[in-house]
């Protein structure tokens, strides 16, 4: 038996199929991934998040830490409440983990990191977290949920107490607010708008009946990967880990070069694969003849050399097949993918695939 989320029961209760995930029992879906995708791109969808790490981060010189520790810049973050997505680096540039970072005020940062690698995530976070003199504290008493999709912040708004509920509905994105014993959040993990709610773990149960009562469909870890991958969204252990770095996973655009003096974990390292003409290239794939891609299949690209694909599946949006890969430097725009022993032709294309209900791509 692995670990449960307060919300274990309602699952059980709504007929999930449970499944083993980084340790947790999680909902992989509540008989068809395909209607709890549509429902997220079409309507609303209910994901229960609360195996998700929650961490607060406290003293007059978190701020100094947080340069140091991410690959972003939380010197971006000036208005309380402000996120940032960012890597978590080793020494030599590698992905210790993605997470989401919040400022609260100047001296308190939230951040939001992987269910499966907290254990090195808070080792790593307090073992320099010491000598900057900052309190690291794991929330687990809070629950998360993730209400996303085109109506999904206007079903949900009940669920936010009168006197913050107008706040929340005008929150930007990538910033969250404190809404009584809420914390709400216009993030997300599936290229629809929505929020991220985290909140007290006794009162989640209720707060999920009343967002399935309000028509919000329950929604399991199944369509959440379709989801982030029709958006072009990492998912870590994938697509990145301790031996890839964020250039070669898509996420240069995560890394603050400037100010060139601030020295986080990783910049030797990052700064010389930068200057590498044969850094590989990762990219998204658009299957064009019949078959499904997968993770790990390799990727042949005639005259140049072999990649392999990190994540990929079927596209319910798009009714095709779609991959991210991760390849050989060179400028081309078709390659091919080894499944079952056959070839298959897939084009290069800009990802995202989806995005806010819409296809990207040329199909």
């Known amino acids: 038996m692995g670990l449960k989320t307060p919300l274990y029961g309602k699952h059980v209760e709504a007929g999930a199929r449970i499944v083993d995930f980084g340790g947790w029992d999680m909902p992989l879906h509540y008989g068809s991934q395909k209607e709890e995708h549509h429902a997220v791109r079409t309507n609303a969808g209910l994901f229960d998040v609360s195996h998700m790490t929650i961490v607060d981060l406290k003293g007059g010189r978190v701020r100094d830490l947080l340069r140091h520790l991410l690959a972003n810049d939380v010197a971006k973050l000036k208005d309380s409440g402000k996120a940032l997505y960012t890597c978590m680096l ?10 989401i970072v919040y400022f609260m005020h100047d001296s308190w940062f939230r951040m939001v990191v992987n269910a499966a690698t907290r254990d090195k995530d808070l080792a790593w976070i307090r073992r320099h977290a010491e000598s900057y003199d900052v309190k690291v504290i794991e929330r687990a008493e809070l629950a998360m949920l993730a ?22 509905l005008d929150l ?3 910033t969250g607010m404190e809404a009584g014993d809420l914390f709400v959040a216009r993030t997300g993990y599936t290229g629809e708008d929505g929020w991220e709610i985290l909140l007290p773990a006794m009162r989640a149960p ?7 009562a309000g028509g919000v469909a329950p929604a399991g870890l199944g369509a959440r990967d379709t989801l982030r991958l029709e958006a072009a969204m990492n998912l870590y252990g994938s697509d990145m880990d301790e031996t890839i770095s964020p250039l070669e996973a898509g996420l240069g655009w995560t890394v603050a070069w400037d100010p060139d003096e601030r020295d986080f974990i990783g910049r030797g390292s990052l700064e010389k694969l930068r ?18 891609l997968r993770n790990h299949q390799r990727v ?6 072999d990649g392999e694909i990190t994540s990929g599946g079927f596209s319910p949006t798009i009714g095709r097949s779609i991959a991210l890969a991760r390849l050989p430097a060179g400028d081309y725009d078709r390659a091919k993918v080894e499944v079952r022993g056959k070839l298959l032709n897939v084009r290069i294309v800009k990802t995202p695939f989806v995005r806010n209900g819409q296809i990207r791509i040329d199909v």
């Open 147 to 168: 209400v996303q999709g085109p109506k999904a912040r206007e079903i949900a708004a009940p669920c936010v107490d009168a006197e913050w509920r107008e706040q929340a």
């Open 275 to 292: 200057a590498d003409a044969t850094r590989r290239r990762f990219v998204g794939l658009l299957l064009e003849d019949k078959g499904v």
């Open 90 to 99: 080793n020494e030599d540039g590698g992905v210790i983990d993605d997470l």
């Open 300 to 305: 042949v690209v005639d005259g140049v050399g």
């Open 206 to 212: 209720s707060v999920w009946d009343r967002l399935v």
């Open 172 to 174: 930007e994105l990538f």
